[in-house]
């Protein structure tokens, strides 16, 4: 698949890179918990957030929830993670080793949901950031919860707006899988990037590219 | 809150600010160490803001600081990135405390960590790392005990819930504050016993189970029980969705709030028709068994009273001829009880070995039909005799594997049989006048029969002496039957002689011989002599055998006066009757006898004529009692004149003739009749007279005057008329 954003080569490199932020917050959350935490990346994409919508919905009306934080440095933009429908109290309750059904999400485990995104988060931003040696700020992240089209509200984080032109986001979407206390839990990471920021995110990886070699 | 901070330091509105807030605030410099501290950690801490400012967490709190705390100040100081530690992944990052001095608690915290921009660290510069980070703490040890609070509370009435839903029971809760009692909550059993779901009850009123069958007495029960807001339990008739009914146990249980009233109500319903039907079926199933089984009793009772009760032997076998059963009649006719009975074989209680196979299936008997057997007594009494009906019994279509015996007790009538056929033999004796002894002993040979080893006589009276004499002892000895000779009928005499004394039967068990008597008696009950057994014993006879004495004296009674009748007939055909004397028949025949034996032997015979004379006269005078007197009279001296060989007749009114039947000279005949004159002359006593009657005597002899009988009774009547013209009063051969 191409994609209007990145060549093959740049998509590969943030692969690989999401790849390794990943793989550190499962090791961070291995450490926190005492047990082992897997986490996979099958998938990534770039994409449209209305072919995102269309995608997550399936033109069904599903109820997401997630923790969302913003970022800013050499990019800037909004990170999000997805779960459909209860899965995220699921994790939440997978990871404090409770064995209870989902039911009615708690403020503890509202705020326990919120650090389990802000591991991931900024556990890939970091090593993004890092890998490409630039430096990025997060802000605290924030729970959320939305059903259909409003399932991005991050959307409105970063109003993209250039010359009184809405132009369309960059949306990286990676697909991650948890697995820990013999539960399978599959969700997304959403990194809405600005539309200002794509180029210098290009640049980016491009001189981490050449620094390499390739 | 985004900081700005200029150098990591604060002015003066800002930290009060802080100061005021109800949660840590510490602002870290880029090495960690502190530059702010406000009052709520330092009470929080224990550790005041002037120990705590300049050094790093590590130093104020040692190991009691956690890592992932540390971390994250490090990674927002070297890569600006914030962080959340949450209470449940963290619990207590910092060594914090609730309250004051030693009653403190140990505080649950969740902490914000906050990088803070250097001035140098611009959106787009991106080169410089941050100067710091703000760390926010916050107590959340009440939200903490309130969750878990809320979470035990949840788990319990979790647990509660999937009991209800798991319940096998209806359960139905209806709220009690509203007037139509509106269903509030139905569990899954509830819509399993009724086929409503629980969408399609909620809001009415629990009254449509009921259907049209409102007036049931459960119901009114349970109306009752929530009247008085109390618990209820009934067995009511529901219906289902589908219209069917049902028998529900329905238990109904209010719920009171903290101020005891009443909120709710929880109906519990069990579905009891299969138990309902189950135990109607099964009352039903007893009823009938119980029914069957008092008909059956019943039946039962009534066939053994009958069976017990009937004269009829009942004897029940089995194949090998063992006596499973045995009812009164047959414990009655053998003498023994049930209990010795059963278990032996009844062909053990034949007598006739031959018999003892009828009586076995596993011997090829058993077949039904009839049999005639003696049965033995026990004692060595008189067996009886018992007629068999056996009918095999076989149960379903099997073998037969009983065998019912039905006896009758036929002693008595075989006894009656051999009696009457015994009597009838004597009678045909007595009806073909055969000889009196004969008769006589055939009766006794008869009565042997039927008293086995007794020894039968009859005795009769003598007519003269009026002693008993045996006529007939077939089988008495001697001995014996000389002791029974001429007998005195008296009250102290023997057996016989007592019994015709007291003309009653008599049994003497103790005398030696035993003896038994039974008086004959006549038509008018005279007594005519004795029928006499010596039996085998000194014992009483049995009844049967009283019986046989009876009979047989009635037979004896008929059988001499029988004989008595015939020699009296006989008597009055030949003889008259008035004088004792021949008549003219028995004289015809005597002298047809008298010429015949005399022509053989060549010997003479002599006839006499006698006619009365002066006879007509007296009876004239005196009448014909003292003729007849003078007759009789005549006749016994005319009698007392010859031998016993000779024949003296009347054969008319005042006419004699006698027969001498051998005479050795003429002149005897002539002797003879002189004798006869003088006897015939001798006067007779009639009261206070004396009548004298003479004699006019013919005399004729064989062979000299006739050779037959008609010519020597003319010739000698001829002599007589010749002496009446010669002047009477003598005798003269003619």
């Not at chain 2, 009653?504 to 004959?520: D, E, F, R």
Request: charged residues 25%; aromatic residues 6%; hydrophobic residues 40%.
């Amino acid at each position: 698949m191409t994609d209007p954003f990145f060549t093959d080569v740049q998509r590969d490199a943030l692969t690989e890179m999401m790849n390794l932020g990943v793989g550190r917050a499962a090791s961070a959350f291995s450490k926190l918990v005492g047990d082992e935490v897997l986490l996979s990346v099958p998938e990534i994409c770039l994409t449209t957030v209305a072919d995102a919508v269309a995608q997550f919905t399936g033109g069904e009306s599903r109820a997401f929830a997630g923790v969302m934080e913003s970022f800013d440095g050499f990019i800037d933009g909004t990170a999000a993670l997805l779960f459909p429908g209860e899965r995220s109290l699921e994790l939440v309750r997978a990871v404090i080793g409770e064995d209870m059904p989902a039911d009615e999400i708690s403020d503890l485990e509202e705020e326990t949901l919120a650090e389990i995104g802000n591991i991931i988060l900024n556990n890939c931003l970091a090593t993004v950031a890092n890998s490409l040696r630039k430096r990025i700020h997060t802000s605290l992240p924030e729970t959320y919860r939305a059903t259909g089209d409003a399932m991005f509200p991050f959307l409105d984080a970063a109003p993209q707006v250039d010359a009184g032109t809405p132009v369309t986001p960059m949306l990286l979407l990676v697909q991650i899988d948890f697995s820990l206390r013999e539960r399978d839990i599959g969700g997304f990471l959403a990194f809405l990037i600005d539309l200002k920021s794509t180029e210098a995110f290009r640049s980016a990886i491009d001189e981490y590219l050449a620094e390499l070699g390739v | 809150m985004e900081g700005s901070a200029d150098n990591v330091t604060l002015n003066s509105s800002a930290t009060e600010v802080l100061a005021a807030l109800d949660s840590g605030v510490a602002l870290l410099d880029a090495a960690g160490r502190v530059v702010f501290w406000n009052p709520w950690l330092a009470r929080a801490s224990r550790i005041s803001a002037a120990d705590a400012a300049g050094r790093s967490l590590s130093e104020l709190f040692g190991d009691a600081v956690s890592d992932s705390l540390l971390e994250a100040v490090a990674s927002a100081g070297t890569y600006g990135l914030a962080s959340v530690l949450s209470q449940q992944l963290h619990r207590r990052p910092l060594p914090l405390w609730r309250g004051r001095g030693t009653k403190g608690e140990p505080m649950e915290q969740s902490i914000l960590v906050r990088p803070l921009r250097g001035a140098a660290d611009g959106p787009d510069t991106g080169g410089q790392g941050p100067d710091g980070c703000l760390l926010q703490v916050n107590d959340v040890t009440t939200a903490v005990r309130r969750e878990r609070h809320l979470r035990e509370s949840e788990g319990a009435l979790r647990l509660r819930n999937r009991a209800v839903e798991a319940s096998s029971q209806g359960i139905i809760i209806v709220d009690a504050l509203k007037d139509d009692l509106p269903i509030l909550y139905a569990n899954p059993a509830f819509t399993a016993i009724t086929g409503w779901q629980a969408d399609e009850v909620h809001g009415r009123h629990p009254r449509f189970l009921h259907g049209l069958d409102t007036r049931q007495p459960g119901l009114t029960a349970i109306r009752e029980a929530i009247a008085e807001r109390r618990e209820g339990m009934a067995v009511v008739r529901n219906f289902r969705k589908d219209g069917s009914a049902f028998w529900n146990e329905l238990m109904v249980a209010p719920v009171a709030d903290s101020k005891g009233r009443v909120t709710h109500y929880v109906g519990i319903q069990r579905d009891i028709t299969a138990r309902t039907e189950a135990e109607a079926e099964r009352d039903t199933a007893l009823a009938e068994v119980r029914a069957a089984n008092e008909r059956l009793s019943r039946e039962k009772t009534f066939i053994s009273t009958v069976l017990q009760t009937v004269d009829a032997l009942v004897v029940v076998l089995d194949r090998r001829g063992v006596i499973v059963s045995i009812n009164r009649a047959g414990q009655l006719i053998t003498g023994r009880t049930e209990e010795s009975l059963i278990g032996s074989r009844l062909g053990d209680l034949v007598p006739d070995p031959k018999a003892g196979p009828f009586f076995r299936m596993d011997q090829g008997g058993g077949t039904a039909g009839t049999i005639t057997t003696q049965v033995s007594v026990p004692g060595g009494g008189e067996p009886r005799w018992v007629r068999w009906s056996l009918t095999p019994l076989s149960e379903a279509h099997g073998p037969a594997s009983f065998l019912i015996c039905t006896g009758v007790d036929v002693t008595e009538r075989r006894r009656a049989e051999s009696l009457l056929k015994a009597e009838r033999e004597i009678l045909e004796l007595v009806a073909r006048a055969e000889s009196h002894e004969i008769t006589l002993e055939k009766l006794c040979l008869s009565i042997e029969v039927q008293m086995p080893g007794c020894r039968a006589a009859v005795l009769l009276l003598n007519g003269t002496d009026q002693r008993l004499c045996p006529v007939a002892a077939p089988h008495i000895p001697a001995e014996q039957r000389t002791a029974m000779t001429g007998l005195q009928v008296a009250a102290g005499g023997n057996c016989c002689a007592r019994a015709a004394f007291l003309v009653q039967p008599v049994y003497l068990t103790q005398a030696n011989p035993p003896c038994w008597s039974t008086p004959v008696l006549s038509s008018s009950s005279s007594v005519l002599g004795t029928v006499t057994i010596l039996p085998a014993e000194g014992r009483e006879p049995e009844p049967h055998e009283k019986e046989v004495l009876e009979r047989a004296a009635r037979l004896v009674a008929i059988a001499v006066e029988r004989h008595r009748a015939e020699e009296r007939v006989r008597y009055l055909a030949l003889y008259d009757p008035l004088t004792g004397l021949a008549n003219r028949t028995l004289l015809s025949d005597r002298l047809d006898s008298a010429i015949a034996h005399a022509r053989r032997h060549h010997v003479s015979s002599a006839l006499l004529f006698i006619d009365l004379d002066g006879f007509k006269a007296i009876n004239d005078t005196h009448g014909h009692n003292a003729g007849d007197e003078v007759l009789a009279t005549i006749g016994r001296r005319i009698s007392g004149c010859i031998r016993d060989c000779d024949t003296a007749a009347r054969i008319g009114g005042d006419e004699f003739v006698v027969l001498l039947s051998e005479i050795a000279y003429p002149g005897d005949a002539q002797q003879v009749a002189n004798k006869v004159l003088e006897a015939v002359g001798q006067g007779v006593a009639w009261g206070e007279h004396d009548l004298c009657v003479g004699a006019s005597i013919g005399i004729a002899l064989y062979p000299d005057d006739a050779t037959t009988a008609d010519a020597l009774l003319t010739r000698a009547d001829d002599a007589m008329y010749a002496v009446k013209q010669g002047g009477k009063g003598a005798a003269r051969r003619g």
